[in-house]
């Protein structure tokens, strides 16, 4: 990996992301682009690509003769749900033409996949890696399908795609872009800013949650991984953190002891959805082939959130290494 394309750039994983592999290959060996111009990003190229435009992203890829493409546009699963038609177009038609082009190109692939991907009769805790995938919500049915699309041109046609399937990821550069674990991120700026967050979310609902400095190295190190290692290739769980909104509070209020939380339960769209998902992932295949292993656990991701958020210590808390 030499020189690389990010689409999808201007989003939460796109804005950390790019700046993660920028620091690593280089600012211009990077091109970020995006439908809209990114508020956070300025640290090297930018350019408007809508992937939808087919030949688009083949067109990038030649004019910054790239080897590697992270392609990251999707709408994420509320809005998956407002819109299902518009999500199928995106997230599998979208991802098709990104496929094509860097068959065309010679190119590899990232391409991430979710918790979404599993549904209500996959086994809860732990979650394994090849299991049933039966998604109820549209969001996971395109997931579903970009995995397998990823597998499909990886043994038709030798592209090297590469994937995981992340948990919500927490991160507070960018807003979240509309998910259902968007409460774990809004729940900071709340915390900071009113001393209380209203969650959408049932105290108890457990899902699996993601730092996003573990989330952009993870990404980094499997597509830098020996290519013979990998049995599975695309679409690896992996985890750090599996926690219920009521917990997380309590770990906010070890440093806000006067944060307050209370729900209002999105019973319609995100409720039904988080009951679908796993509570817990088994990223074991992902620790045997690549060497995952998580830096941040629950108490260090949030100490870390608050303190770029500008509560606690002026020095950065350090990652601790989780034994899960
Ligand atoms: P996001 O919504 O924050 O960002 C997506 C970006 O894609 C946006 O900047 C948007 O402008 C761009 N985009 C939309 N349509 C486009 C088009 N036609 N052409 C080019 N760009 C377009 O999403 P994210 O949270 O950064 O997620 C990125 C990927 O990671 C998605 O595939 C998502 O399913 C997956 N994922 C995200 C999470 C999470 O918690 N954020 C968890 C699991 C998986």
């Known amino acids: 990996m030499q020189r690389i394309v990010v689409t999808g750039?201007?989003?939460q994983i796109g804005t950390e992301l790019t700046r993660a592999l920028r620091e690593r290959y280089g600012a211009d060996a990077v091109l970020a682009t995006d439908i809209r111009q990114p508020e956070a990003l300025d640290s090297g190229p930018f350019q408007a690509v809508d992937c939808l435009r087919p030949?688009?992203?083949l067109d990038v890829l030649r004019r910054h003769r790239a080897d590697t493409l992270f392609h990251l546009p999707a709408l994420l699963s509320a809005r998956s749900a407002h819109d299902p038609w518009r999500a199928w177009e995106l997230n599998v038609g979208g991802l098709r033409l990104a496929l094509e082009a860097v068959r065309e190109a010679g190119a590899a692939i990232f391409v991430p996949s979710s918790i979404g991907a599993f549904g209500p009769s996959t086994p809860k805790d732990p979650?394994?890696?090849?299991t049933v995938q039966r998604p109820t919500s549209m969001y996971g049915i395109t997931k579903v399908a970009g995995e397998l699309l990823c597998d499909f041109y990886a043994d038709r046609y030798g592209v090297d795609a590469r994937g995981l399937r992340y948990p919500g990821l927490v991160s507070h550069t960018a807003p979240a872009g509309g998910g259902t674990t968007d409460w774990a991120v809004e729940i900071?700026?709340?915390?900071?800013?009113?001393g209380a967050y209203t969650c959408f979310l049932e105290p108890d609902t457990r899902l699996d949650l993601m730092y996003m400095p573990d989330a952009t190295r993870a990404a980094i190190e499997l597509m830098e991984a020996d290519a013979s290692r990998l049995?599975?290739?695309?679409?690896?769980?992996?985890?750090?953190?599996s926690v219920t909104p009521a917990e997380m509070a309590r770990e906010i209020r070890r440093h806000l002891p006067r944060f307050t939380i209370d729900y209002a339960v999105d019973r319609d769209v995100r409720q039904p959805i988080a009951e679908s998902w796993?509570?817990?992932l088994d990223d074991s295949a992902a620790r045997e082939e690549w060497g995952w292993r998580p830096a941040y656990d629950l108490a260090a991701m949030v100490a870390d959130m608050l303190h770029h958020l500008g509560i606690g210590s002026t020095e950065a808390p350090r990652p601790t290494e989780t034994t899960r």
């Open 55 to 57: 030949g688009s992203v």
């Open 278 to 280: 796993p509570d817990r």
């Open 127 to 130: 979650t394994p890696q090849d």
């Open 231 to 241: 049995a599975h290739r695309n679409a690896f769980n992996i985890t750090a953190v």
């Open 9 to 11: 750039a201007a989003g």
């Open 188 to 194: 900071f700026h709340a915390a900071v800013r009113d």
